[in-house]
């Protein structure tokens, strides 16, 4: 069965095309809102260069629609605009979303897509939080976090590949500050370089850069295929 992925470069929809591919699904495209103001609560705001780089590692088509208000109406009108598009272009019968524990996402996802008269597929759905980043890093994802923001949550995380040790070093501190160790309550964005659908890997090259007290950004100054 077609499928599109909305896709945000991020572990989670990463994640979640790579389960789709491994439980059948012929994913034939990548579906992607931009985004045009800050703190949506609806979509994460994707690096669009990187995203053009991911899916040309991927192999797949990328479909992009801004979002322009931040007022839910208008998200939402992007995401009709975006699946119909898709669902005509390519025939797509499934929609692939990466949402782990939001309700508020995964029931408008669900909502726009079976107004189009397509089925809406969550394979991370209520995945268990506290064994998450184990389980991408152990499925071959390779990660790094662009932004943090939780009182527990070191800078030094930030702009670095996580690795097992990495990802058991932020369960402990989850752990112990109290914060959602797969990230969902908002502590971290991540972007993903590479998985085991990815043909080139992504590099990144930046710096880390202060916004608040416990608010940190890395600021991507350049990416290319290696």
Known sequence: MK?????????????????????GYDVVALASIIPRYEDSTLYHKPFLEVLKLQAESIGLPLEIEEATTGEEGGEIRALYRLLAR??????????????????????????VAENLGLISYTPIWRIPQDKYL?????????????????????????????????????IRLAKKYGF???????????????????RRRVVIEGYADKRGTHNYVYVVKNAYLD
């Open 3 to 23: 499928a599109a992925v909305l896709f945000t470069g991020g572990k989670d929809s990463t994640y979640a095309l790579h389960l789709s591919f491994l439980q």
């Open 86 to 111: 898709v669902r005509d272009r390519y025939g797509v019968k499934v929609v692939v979303s990466g949402a782990v524990l939001s309700d508020y996402q995964r029931l408008r996802f669900t909502m």
């Open 134 to 170: 184990l389980e991408i890093v152990d499925a071959g994802l390779e990660f790094m976090l662009v932004s943090i923001s939780a009182y527990g949550l070191p800078p030094t995380f930030l702009g670095k590949i996580i690795n097992k040790d990495d990802a058991l070093e932020i």
């Open 180 to 198: 959602n160790p797969a990230f969902e309550g908002g502590e971290a964005e991540t972007l993903v370089i590479y998985a085991p659908l990815f």
